[in-house]
């Protein structure tokens, strides 16, 4: 399958042709099967733009479970964030760029076991960054971009990441086609800065969403770093870093792996929503509806959540209730400490 990457649209708005593109991701995403061709079976490319046809579900899905025999109010599902799945992805990757230990289950638990407000430590403050990206429109200023360096426990004097921001906006004015533009900038970073090249993968997403119009970005190139796209030679040499050469070729190779996994990632979460939109009017437990708005949005919700509604031992028997019903699926393994998502 051959993919024209500077044309891969996974979440942005539009009339493509008569069609118009789903870009909200609400409140689930009902993906085609991704066909070896724009004719085949479920179309999963629009013929006319090669553009990634997403479909919403439609809105107000899900029922709040509660009393029922009070008249349940209809609330939006909310919106999917396959983005915040990918990020999981990009941080474990970041952690093996980095030399460090951490996979992606204890990223997953330095993120959802720690308190509120409570410091993730460096491994988690890394997947905390990646979430940002995928959470915020891809806009870049000297502040964010410094918090964003200090989460990845890097330094930068304030009037560098200017001078980048303003590389940034002269590439958001390209003539190129976005996937150079996002290859440019991570070769940029790894210039001025070679210990920094987990930035420059940060700011190459951050960049493709800016290109594309893309309302918030995906995590998409740093989960290939160490795929066969980013290996030089047939047996698979020496890792091809930011400014090497044939690194655009790769970036373009790189997203084109990437799109194909965000869009198994989407389907599969679409069926996991729907399911879960399915059983909601069967739970009795009052306030399992923001625990159901919470998986949807989130990788993954503690076992022991607490709200206004729900109590920690009434949250673990509505856990135990999804896992009953097949809706909801544990994720680390333990039967303390646990972790649910779709």
Same mark, same amino acid.
């Given at each position: 399958m051959l993919l024209n990457v500077a044309f891969i649209h996974l979440c942005?708005?539009?009339?493509?042709?008569?069609?118009r593109m789903a870009g909200e991701f609400s409140p689930a995403l009902a993906l085609r099967q991704i066909a070896t061709h724009t004719g085949g079976q479920s179309r999963a490319l629009d013929q006319s733009c090669n553009f990634l046809v997403v479909e919403p579900l439609g809105a107000n899905r899900l029922a709040l479970a509660g009393d029922p025999t009070k008249q349940r109010p209809m609330a939006d599902a909310g919106q999917l964030q396959p983005g915040r799945r990918l990020a999981l992805s990009c941080a474990a990757a970041s952690m093996r760029l980095a030399g460090r230990a951490e996979d992606a289950a204890a990223l997953r638990d330095a993120w959802h076991l720690r308190p509120p407000g409570a410091d993730p430590g460096p491994a988690g403050a890394v997947f905390g960054a990646w979430r940002q990206l995928a959470r915020q429109p891809p806009a870049a200023t000297p502040g964010r971009l410094g918090k964003i360096f200090d989460q990845l426990g890097?330094?930068?004097?304030?009037?560098?990441?200017? #001078?980048?921001?303003?590389?940034?906006?002269k590439l958001a004015v390209s003539q190129r086609s976005a996937p150079f533009d996002a290859a440019a900038i991570a070769a940029e970073v790894v210039a001025i800065r070679p210990d920094a090249e987990l930035f420059g993968w940060w700011?190459?997403? *951050?960049?493709?969403?800016?290109?594309?119009?893309?309302?918030?970005? $995906?995590? $998409?190139?740093?989960?290939?770093?160490?795929?066969? &796209?980013?290996?030089?030679?047939?047996?698979?040499?020496?890792?091809?870093?930011?400014?090497?050469?044939n690194f655009e070729r790769a970036v373009c190779i790189a *997203?084109?792996?990437?799109?194909?996994?965000?869009?198994?990632?989407?389907?599969? *979460?679409?069926?996991r929503a729907e399911r879960l939109i399915a059983i909601a009017p069967r739970l009795r437990a009052k306030g399992a509806g923001d625990v159901?708005?919470?998986?949807?949005?989130? #990788? &993954?919700? @503690?076992?022991?959540?607490?709200?206004?509604? *729900? @109590?920690?031992? &009434? &949250?673990?028997?509505?856990? #135990?209730?999804?896992?009953?019903?097949?809706?909801?699926?544990?994720?680390s393994g333990r039967t303390s400490f646990r972790l649910f998502g779709l």
């Amino acid at each position: 399958m051959l993919l024209n990457v500077a044309f891969i649209h996974l979440c942005r708005g539009g009339k493509p042709g008569a069609q118009r593109m789903a870009g909200e991701f609400s409140p689930a995403l009902a993906l085609r099967q991704i066909a070896t061709h724009t004719g085949g079976q479920s179309r999963a490319l629009d013929q006319s733009c090669n553009f990634l046809v997403v479909e919403p579900l439609g809105a107000n899905r899900l029922a709040l479970a509660g009393d029922p025999t009070k008249q349940r109010p209809m609330a939006d599902a909310g919106q999917l964030q396959p983005g915040r799945r990918l990020a999981l992805s990009c941080a474990a990757a970041s952690m093996r760029l980095a030399g460090r230990a951490e996979d992606a289950a204890a990223l997953r638990d330095a993120w959802h076991l720690r308190p509120p407000g409570a410091d993730p430590g460096p491994a988690g403050a890394v997947f905390g960054a990646w979430r940002q990206l995928a959470r915020q429109p891809p806009a870049a200023t000297p502040g964010r971009l410094g918090k964003i360096f200090d989460q990845l426990g890097l330094h930068w004097d304030g009037d560098a990441l200017a #001078d980048l921001c303003t590389q940034i906006e002269k590439l958001a004015v390209s003539q190129r086609s976005a996937p150079f533009d996002a290859a440019a900038i991570a070769a940029e970073v790894v210039a001025i800065r070679p210990d920094a090249e987990l930035f420059g993968w940060w700011l190459a997403d *951050l960049v493709l969403a800016q290109r594309l119009g893309w309302p918030r970005p $995906l995590p $998409l190139l740093m989960g290939q770093v160490f795929e066969p &796209a980013f290996r030089g030679g047939a047996g698979g040499g020496r890792r091809i870093r930011p400014g090497d050469k044939n690194f655009e070729r790769a970036v373009c190779i790189a *997203l084109v792996a990437a799109a194909a996994d965000a869009c198994r990632l989407a389907a599969e *979460l679409s069926h996991r929503a729907e399911r879960l939109i399915a059983i909601a009017p069967r739970l009795r437990a009052k306030g399992a509806g923001d625990v159901i708005q919470r998986l949807l949005d989130d #990788d &993954a919700v @503690s076992g022991s959540l607490t709200t206004k509604n *729900l @109590s920690r031992f &009434a &949250a673990r028997r509505l856990f #135990d209730r999804l896992q009953q019903l097949e809706a909801v699926r544990e994720l680390s393994g333990r039967t303390s400490f646990r972790l649910f998502g779709l």
